[in-house]
């Protein structure tokens, strides 16, 4: 199974919820409207303020943005997170420049290297949602 890591973004929900639900753009609304999409990707957020959280995980509403100090946290850590490290197919990653960083780089640490699609080759947000719907369609 294919995992699908999507970056967190504004708005968001005033009140906890799943963070699928949390997030409230039209990548998020793609992917909650997307049957089966359980059934062939894992999903996670790479959280501004959580790091990488499954999308069912329960999260408090935040402001936080990912600046280069929460990269550098982020990525400092010696252990790239466990869901990750679990993931048996391709990683892709929906996200700017930051957040695609921290995926790296988690997998540089790892004793395995991931093969990691970049959803929309960074042509711009356009491209990045069209490729998105086209890889999970």
Known sequence: MDTL??????????????????????????????????QRFQVFILSALYGLVPAHQMLEPYDQMMDDDRVRELTDCSVAPLWLRE???????????RYRHVVKDW??????????????????????????KRITA
């Open 5 to 38: 890591i999507i970056s967190c973004c504004a708005p968001k929900l005033e009140r906890p919820a799943p963070a699928i639900e949390l997030y409230q753009n039209r990548v998020f609304n793609l992917i909650r409207n997307t049957p089966d999409l359980d």
């Open 107 to 132: 997998s540089t640490k790892m004793r395995r290297r991931l093969v990691i699609e970049v959803v929309g080759r960074n042509r711009g947000n356009g491209d990045h949602f069209s490729e998105l």
């Open 87 to 97: 993931s048996p197919g391709r990683v892709f990653v929906y996200g700017g420049e």
